[in-house]
């Protein structure tokens, strides 16, 4: 069984800063992707940002140029540092994993319970 937990949301200004992180634990034979994506109310969950094994990364739009993902492959580990945060970028924000799971074909998908970030005005 395969777990992400994440930590590192909460309460901050606007052009403040967050550092959430998501940790993937249980028997993995190789993490593909991991990223991030959020939730607004009434909106659809949309991408911020991935990274592959290899370091590529993606970002959204609205994050480019504020948001830096990274990852400790060691440590099954992905970071989101999210700096000049707007009151925009509130929302639930969930860890997501492509990876491949021992003695399995194929890639698995597992998603985080989520880490709420409220960014006031």
């Known amino acids: 069984q395969v777990q992400l937990v994440e930590s590192g949301g909460g309460l901050v200004q606007a052009g403040g800063s967050l550092r959430p992180s998501c940790a993937a634990s249980g028997s993995i034979l190789t993490i593909y992707v991991m990223g991030w994506y959020r939730q607004a109310p009434g909106k659809q969950r949309e991408l911020v940002a991935l990274?592959?094994?290899?370091?590529?990364?993606n970002y959204a739009d609205s994050v480019k140029g504020r948001f830096t993902i990274s990852r400790d492959n060691a440590k099954n580990t992905v970071y989101l540092q999210m700096n000049s945060l707007k009151p925009e970028d509130t929302a639930v924000y969930y860890c997501?994993?492509?990876?491949?799971?021992?003695?399995?074909?194929?890639?698995?998908?597992?998603w985080g319970q989520g880490t709420q970030v409220t960014v006031s005005s």
């Open positions: 997501n994993t492509r990876l491949r799971l021992p003695l399995q074909r194929g890639q698995y998908e597992y």
């Open positions: 990274i592959t094994s290899g370091g590529g990364t």
